[in-house]
């Protein structure tokens, strides 16, 4: 069965550094997202990305955050200048269409900033 | 703003019975409800989505419903099974958006033996 796959897994950066997590969607899904779910809290919509460009965006994503589609496969979430409070699970989902609505996600990637 | 709430927050059950997640939400214009199932430390399992024309889906032991007009949805599993224990998320997209979707907290089940 079709995945969404996420690494790494697990990563711990000092803060001021930039990460980078990494994202396979489903290969013929058109919509791309990231979520972030901070320990204990509600899972929260960062990013939609459509068509090579972001689509819509939340107060959360502020411009140390970017988003690219380097190729035909990968989906990025670059975090800069990393603050203590980027320390979250974060998920990558996806979907075939606005329409269809159903949305599947990754298994996460765990950020740690010390 | 939409706020999405679960009731109960936790659940501890016997194996064997039938049970019911509930899910309210604020804002009745939604395009669609969907029900997700979350392990410790893992990822997001889509369990059942229901569009806003429905009034019910079902998946195998899973049953769930969506009263639009007053903002609710139910998550009803029957037999429940130890392999069942895990938090329970239902989250709501909003009309006129592409798939921003607003969670609840979820409830956390535990079914014992």
């Known amino acids: 069965e079709p995945e969404v796959t996420q690494t790494p897994s697990h990563q711990v950066t000092q803060m001021g550094q930039e990460v980078i997590l990494r994202c396979v969607p489903i290969s013929n899904h058109l919509y791309f997202y990231w979520y972030r779910q901070i320990l204990g809290q509600k899972v929260e919509f960062l990013v939609s990305f459509y068509n090579n460009e972001i689509s819509e965006k939340s107060e959360i994503f502020d411009d140390r955050f970017s988003v690219e589609r380097p190729d035909g496969s990968n989906f990025t979430l670059k975090i800069r200048s990393t603050k203590l409070e980027d320390s979250a699970m974060y998920f990558c989902?996806?979907?075939?269409?606005?329409?269809?609505?159903?949305?599947?996600f990754g298994e996460g990637s765990r950020l740690t900033v010390l | 703003k939409q706020e999405v709430t679960q009731i109960p927050a936790a659940l501890s059950v016997p194996e064997g019975e039938n049970l019911v997640l509930n899910c309210s939400f604020t804002d009745s214009a939604i395009y669609n409800l969907q029900w997700f199932r979350q392990d410790p430390g893992k990822g997001l399992t889509s369990l059942l989505l229901i569009q806003s024309s429905q009034r019910e889906q079902t998946s195998g032991r899973l049953n769930a419903s969506l009263d639009k007009s007053s903002g609710r949805s139910t998550l009803y599993i029957a037999a429940s099974q130890p392999g069942d224990s895990a938090t329970y998320l239902c989250a709501v997209r909003p009309d006129g958006t592409a798939s921003k979707l607003t969670f609840g907290t979820g409830t956390r089940l535990q079914v014992t033996l």
């Open positions: 989902a996806s979907n075939l269409g606005a329409g269809t609505g159903e949305l599947f």
